[in-house]
Nanobody, 115 residues
Framework: QVQLVESGGGLVQPGGSLRLSCAAS????????MGWYRQAPGKQRELVAS???????NYADSVKGRFTISRDNAKNTAYLQMNSLKPEDTAVYYC?????????WGQGTQVTVSS
């Protein structure tokens, strides 16, 4: 069975940092493109950052310069380093793995930025 398990979410103050992890199993991890999405209540899910199997990255304008996506193929894990967090970053963050017709999602992890 394919599993993507996110971890690292929680409550953090504005300006703080958090690192999310996505541990994958049941897939050939190194061939998949990986992405982090987020969804706030009443809003649509949006792509935050992505990293291809070749290592190229893309970021939403709202997080450029603050967030960094990375992957460790030896550990079958993708990461999202979040710095200078703002209240508007509050959302459930989801990990995604994509390869042609194959598309998988994690269960999500809550990130709350509040003082």
């Amino acid at each position: 069975q394919v599993q993507l398990v996110e971890s690292g979410g929680g409550l953090v103050q504005p300006g703080g940092s958090l690192r999310l992890s996505c541990a994958a199993s049941g897939i050939i991890f190194k061939i998949y493109d990986m992405g982090w999405y987020r969804q706030a209540p009443g809003k649509q899910r949006e792509l935050v950052a992505s990293i291809s199997s070749g290592g190229s990255t893309n970021y939403a304008d709202s997080v450029k310069g603050r967030f960094t996506i990375s992957r460790d193929n030896a550990k079958n894990t993708a990461y999202l380093q979040m710095n200078s967090l703002k209240p508007e970053d509050t959302a459930v963050y989801y990990c995604n793995a994509h390869w042609f017709s194959q598309n998988y999602w994690g269960q999500g992890t809550q990130v709350t930025v509040s003082s």
